[in-house]
């Protein structure tokens, strides 16, 4: 089994959208989650934390569930510019290593 | 942003080559990672320095030889490469015990074995 498994996709919504990703995690000692952003051809980047209490920021907004090991993305009014691919990310407490999901692709047309 | 830097940003190399990929942060940081992304799989991690010591070696073939000088750079010694390591290899940094565990990627060196 993966340790971080997402939806491949891709994803192709229109402007405007509301579209949720879903990520599941094997360990149940990871203490750290994230969203980390990967445009074509570039370095991924931190989109964003995830809290056990969930937490938005702007337009998107992050869930985790600690008993379902499942972390989700949810990215409303959708603009070209998500188009990306979203990298699901986990770590265990104190520790730097990062698990990365494969990533799941999102393409926003207009 | 140039917090995390890597060079070259594209290499072509014969089996037989020896070549270094180079990576500098200037973020202040005392970690620093790399890691191997191909085609449709997930970022693999190859190597983690922290406080110049490696901390974690993945694995990964003899072929590949990481070199940590100072907190601020880092180098993969590459010779007698093979064409499955053909990859995108990417540099990172982070602070870790900050209690952030973001960590910091550089532009990436896109490397080709024929």
């Known amino acids: 089994r993966k340790e971080v498994e997402q939806d491949p996709g891709p994803f192709n919504v229109p402007e405007g959208a509301t579209v949720a990703f879903n990520c599941t995690y094997s360990n149940s000692a990871s203490q750290s989650f994230f969203w980390y952003r990967q445009d074509c051809r570039k370095e991924p980047k931190l989109l964003m934390s995830?809290?056990?209490s969930g937490n938005e920021d702007g337009r998107f907004t992050a869930q985790l569930n600690r008993a379902s090991q499942y972390i989700s993305l949810l990215i409303r009014d959708s603009k070209l510019s998500d188009s990306a691919t979203y990298l699901c990310?986990?770590?265990?407490?104190?520790?730097?290593?990062?698990?990365f999901g494969a990533g799941t692709r999102l393409a926003v047309h207009p | 942003e140039t917090g995390v830097t890597q060079t070259p940003r594209h290499l072509v190399m014969g089996m037989t080559n020896k070549k270094s990929l180079k990576c500098e942060q200037h973020?202040?940081?005392?970690?620093m990672y790399w890691y191997k992304q191909s085609a449709k799989k997930p970022l693999e991690l190859m190597f983690v320095y922290s406080l110049e010591e490696r901390v974690e070696n993945n694995s990964v073939p003899s072929r590949f030889s990481p070199e940590c000088p100072n907190s601020s750079h880092l180098f993969l010694h590459l010779h007698t490469l093979q064409p499955e390591d053909s990859a995108l290899y990417l540099c990172a940094s982070s602070q870790p015990g900050t209690g952030q565990n973001e960590q910091f990627f550089g532009p990436g060196t896109r490397l080709t074995v024929l």
């Open positions: 973020l202040g940081h005392n970690a």
């Open positions: 995830v809290y056990s």
């Open positions: 990310v986990v770590s265990e407490r104190g520790y730097n290593k990062l698990i």
